[in-house]
């Protein structure tokens, strides 16, 4: 028996999202992604599943009210606009670790520098108590 276009489409709505949603939880458990980095793709799956199933009530009124004539546009626009606030927020964190990066190595350089400066005290006061030994 062959699925009407109609219905297959739902089942694509549904299944691509749930499967990425259990993708998202496998990375969480086998450390592959921290925890708070996938609550947002938790976050973004869970809702595209959600709006999925409800498709007949929730999705159709969502459409309505963003005046989309065809409602898996309409998840497809919901999950692109969910998927820029990701971006958003990996942009800012990416942001933070350059800067926190940066300040490390402006700390390592002054360290280095510092070592650098007592190895050569160190060495001039060996210097200093063999010239006065001989």
């Not at 793709?41 to 065809?70: E, K, N, P, Q």
């Not at 606009?81 to 300040?103: E, N, Y």
């Amino acid at each position: 028996m062959l699925l009407s276009p109609l219905t297959r489409l739902e089942i694509l709505m549904i299944a691509v999202p749930a499967l990425l949603l259990l993708v998202v939880l496998e990375m969480v458990r086998r450390r592959r992604l921290r925890e708070d980095y996938s609550l947002l793709w938790l976050a973004t799956f869970a809702l595209l599943v959600i709006l999925s199933t409800f498709r007949t009530t929730l999705l159709d009124s969502i459409a309505d009210v963003l005046g989309i004539f065809y409602p898996p546009t309409a998840l497809f626009v919901i999950g692109f606009g969910l998927m820029l606030l990701i971006l958003l927020q990996f942009s800012t964190v990416i942001t933070q670790l350059s800067r926190q990066t940066s300040q490390a190595a402006q700390h390592i350089a002054l360290l280095n520098l510092r070592i650098r400066e007592l190895e050569k005290t160190l060495q001039d006061r060996s210097e200093d108590s063999r010239n006065r030994a001989s």
